[in-house]
Every structure is written in structure tokens, then in C-alpha cells.
């Protein structure tokens, strides 16, 4: 199962060219679920509905509660924006979970929920946005908390475990982070914890998911993080849902168009039951407990 989180600039910078760009660079992965964030609607259209329609995909969306901070930000009063879940499976229920903030920095940042109907299980997956600003990590403490909450009252009864994805905002050491994690400090929601997908990849492999090699984030001078994420529970029976490979994409222009200011982050999870550990979809890595990760990966 390819999962793909990717942020998509909203209706900033070049957007009529960059949707074609975007639309290009997801039909070369050919994903199986994608969980976006930055998502605009206007007029009637929406660039979620868009894709899916384009791709093939079921979509879930889930718009924003204020988005008048965005609106203004680029002088237009009509445009929506908003999470939403692309899915090669039927959606059977949803939800959106606005995010807490104080009042006087909320900008409608939110969780969206999509239980999806698997070949073989039913797959509940989230995908988030948290609060931007450098000095937020307390707020994105508390949308973390609120998340996992979130996710605990929609995991369900499903051997698949629950896949949660998003823009965080904020680098991998951070507590935001660590505590939705809940691995390496004490978890949001008592015996919930989910692995950060990233754990699994070649040390080597690039990972800053905001890049100053991408002109929108070089005229921001601010250095390059991965913030971007996909987190899974535990695997279930037979390792389902385990992480086989990880790596960053939608990296570079696409006919010389950047699709979006973040790169994308694609992960591929068992999808069936390993009957032993001779199946060659199983692997050593796929039954590491979350101390030997944080133990043999740097951070």
C-alpha cells in the first residue's frame, strides 16, 4: 500500500500551472492513499475533487473553520482551503477535527479522518496541519495531543494500524513530535504510539521535506527541516501495516514548474499478513520495537 503526504501551497506563488504540475508528479507514484494538506476550493471547484477525479481516486474533504487569515493573505475573500484524503478504496466515514490555538493566532488549522474500505481491511487514516510559527511549539504540543486523541476515537476495530500524516511544522526532535510519537516521552493517549515512518530509510537518503533547493523556500532564508510526516501504529498481526521503504518525491520542477513549496513523502506498508518470516515481504526492519529504532537511526 503506497501512502503519500504531501503540503500543496495552497493558491500561492504560479497555482494554475503548478495544479498541472502536481496532478503530474502524483500520477508517477501512483498512489493508493495520499493525505493533503494546504487544498483550495473555490467557485465551486476543488483541487482535491479535481485529482481524484483525474487519478481515479475516491476523495475525502474536510474545509477549514476560519480561513479568513488565508484569505487575506492573498486578497481574496472566496477561496477555501482545507485537508483532504485521496483514496484508491471507497471512503465509508470521515470526520475534521479542528485543531486547538489561541485566539489571536488561530488560522482554522485542522485533522481530517477518512476510514477507508482496504481489499482485505479497512484502513483508518488521518492527515493534519499544525500551526506554523516558530515560536508555537506549546500550540502544536496541544494539537498533538488533541490529534492522538482524535485518532484514538476513530482507530476502530481493524488489524490494520492507524496511518497518520501530515505537515507538523516542526523538526523531528521536537516535543510536538516525540509526543504524538509517544515513544520517546510518555504518549498523548495512554499505550498509543505511533512510529515515524522515516525510522525505516537509508540514512543516506535525502530528508528535509522543506528544502532551500525549492525557490519558494530559498526567498524565505530559513534553513531546510523535514517536517513533514508519516506516522504508523504498530504493526498489526503478520506485520500489517509495517513501513518496507520510505523516501521523500515530488522534489524537484516538473517541466520547470516546482508543484508545490514542500516535497512530498511516500511510504509503502504491508497490506497482507506475513506468514513467516521466510515471506519475502517481510523483513528484519518490519519487526523492530520502537527503542531498537531510536537506538540505531540518528535524529
Known amino acids: 500500500m503506497r501512502i503519500v503526504t504531501w503540503n500543496l501551497w495552497w493558491r500561492f506563488g504560479p497555482w494554475q500551472?503548478?495544479?498541472?504540475?502536481?496532478?503530474?508528479?502524483?500520477?508517477?507514484?501512483?498512489p493508493d492513499v495520499v493525505g493533503l494538506q494546504e487544498v483550495w476550493a473555490a467557485d465551486g471547484e476543488n483541487l482535491a475533487e479535481w485529482l481524484a477525479g483525474e487519478l481515479g481516486l475516491h476523495c475525502a474533504w474536510g474545509a477549514s473553520p476560519a480561513p479568513e487569515r488565508w484569505q487575506r493573505r492573498i486578497g481574496d475573500p472566496t477561496v477555501g482551503i482545507g485537508n483532504a484524503v485521496l483514496s484508491r478504496w471507497p471512503v465509508v466515514d470521515q470526520d475534521v477535527l479542528p485543531l486547538p490555538a489561541p485566539a489571536d493566532t488561530d488560522d482554522g488549522r485542522l485533522a481530517l479522518y477518512a476510514?477507508?474500505?482496504?481489499?482485505?481491511?479497512?484502513?483508518p487514516f488521518f492527515t493534519a496541519h499544525f500551526s506554523s510559527a516558530p515560536d508555537a511549539s506549546a500550540v502544536r504540543c496541544g494539537q498533538a495531543a488533541a490529534l492522538a486523541a482524535f485518532v484514538?476515537?476513530?482507530?476502530?476495530d481493524t488489524p490494520f494500524p492507524p496511518v497518520v500524516t501530515g505537515?507538523?511544522?516542526?523538526?523531528?526532535?521536537?516535543?510536538?513530535?516525540?509526543?504524538?510519537?509517544?515513544?520517546?516521552?510518555?504518549?498523548?493517549?495512554?499505550?498509543?504510539?505511533?512510529?515515524?515512518?522515516?525510522?525505516?530509510?537509508?540514512?543516506?537518503?535525502?530528508?528535509?521535506?522543506?528544502?532551500?533547493?525549492?525557490?519558494?523556500?530559498?526567498?524565505?532564508?530559513?534553513?531546510?527541516?523535514?517536517?513533514?510526516?508519516?506516522?504508523?501504529?504498530?504493526?498489526?498481526?503478520?506485520?500489517?501495516?509495517?513501513?518496507?521503504?520510505?523516501?521523500?518525491?515530488?522534489?524537484?520542477?516538473?517541466?520547470?514548474?516546482?508543484?508545490?513549496?514542500?516535497?512530498?513523502?511516500?511510504?509503502?506498508?504491508?497490506?497482507t499478513f506475513c506468514r513467516s518470516s521466510a515471506d519475502r515481504h517481510c523483513s528484519p526492519a518490519a519487526h523492530a520495537s520502537p527503542t531498537t529504532l531510536s537506538q540505531s537511526r540518528p535524529h
Open 152 to 156: 484514538a476515537r476513530h482507530r476502530g
Open 167 to 271: 505537515d507538523l511544522n516542526a523538526w523531528p526532535d521536537s516535543d510536538e513530535v516525540r509526543l504524538l510519537g509517544g515513544y520517546k516521552t510518555a504518549p498523548a493517549v495512554p499505550g498509543q504510539v505511533f512510529l515515524d515512518a522515516w525510522e525505516y530509510a537509508d540514512p543516506a537518503t535525502p530528508a528535509v521535506t522543506w528544502d532551500p533547493a525549492n525557490p519558494y523556500v530559498a526567498r524565505t532564508w530559513e534553513p531546510g527541516a523535514r517536517i513533514d510526516y508519516i506516522h504508523v501504529g504498530p504493526p498489526g498481526p503478520g506485520g500489517l501495516g509495517h513501513v518496507r521503504a520510505v523516501r521523500r518525491a515530488c522534489d524537484g520542477p516538473v517541466d520547470g514548474i516546482w508543484p508545490s513549496d514542500h516535497t512530498a513523502v511516500v511510504a509503502d506498508l504491508a497490506d
Open 17 to 30: 500551472t503548478r495544479q498541472k504540475a502536481i496532478l503530474t508528479a502524483l500520477r508517477e507514484l501512483r
Open 115 to 123: 476510514r477507508l474500505a482496504g481489499p482485505d481491511h479497512e484502513v
